[in-house]
């Protein structure tokens, strides 16, 4: 699953989920906007924030919401619960397991 921060209307980043029924993989595409405006997008969107130019944070349940009404896949809801139970244990949680750390790469069209 991919979350995307990229240009959006009158040039306002906006923030959508990607690859919804791929839960192997998370982390944040950043498009063509500043680490400031990023971070600000995800925080208006109640999604997450950065926590420095690599990695942000990204609130469970927001990802949930987001995502899980784009899902195709029957067993959908399981599947992100294992996912979410995989990264808890690789300490790749945080806010007291409220958020995951994902690392950012560039978006396709930055």
Same mark, same amino acid.
Do not use: C, N, Y
């Given at each position: 699953?991919?979350?995307?921060?990229?240009?959006?209307?009158?040039?306002? +980043?906006?923030?959508?989920?990607?690859?919804?029924?791929?839960?192997?993989?998370?982390?944040?595409?950043?498009?063509?906007?500043?680490?400031?405006?990023?971070?600000?997008?995800?925080?208006?969107?109640?999604?997450?924030?950065?926590?420095?130019?690599?990695?942000?944070?990204?609130?469970?349940?927001? $990802?949930?919401?987001?995502?899980? +009404?784009?899902?195709?896949?029957?067993?959908?809801?399981?599947?992100?619960?294992?996912?979410?139970?995989?990264?808890?244990?690789?300490?790749?949680?945080?806010?007291?397991?409220?958020? $995951?750390?994902?690392?950012?790469? +560039?978006?396709?069209?930055?």
């Amino acid at each position: 699953m991919i979350i995307e921060v990229i240009g959006g209307a009158d040039e306002v +980043p906006e923030v959508r989920v990607a690859d919804v029924d791929d839960l192997t993989r998370l982390h944040l595409a950043v498009g063509a906007v500043t680490d400031e405006e990023a971070d600000a997008a995800l925080r208006t969107a109640g999604m997450g924030r950065l926590t420095d130019g690599d990695t942000g944070v990204v609130s469970v349940a927001a $990802l949930r919401a987001a995502a899980e +009404p784009q899902a195709t896949a029957a067993d959908w809801g399981d599947r992100f619960d294992a996912m979410v139970i995989f990264a808890a244990d690789k300490g790749w949680t945080a806010d007291d397991g409220a958020g $995951l750390q994902v690392h950012i790469e +560039p978006a396709a069209s930055a």
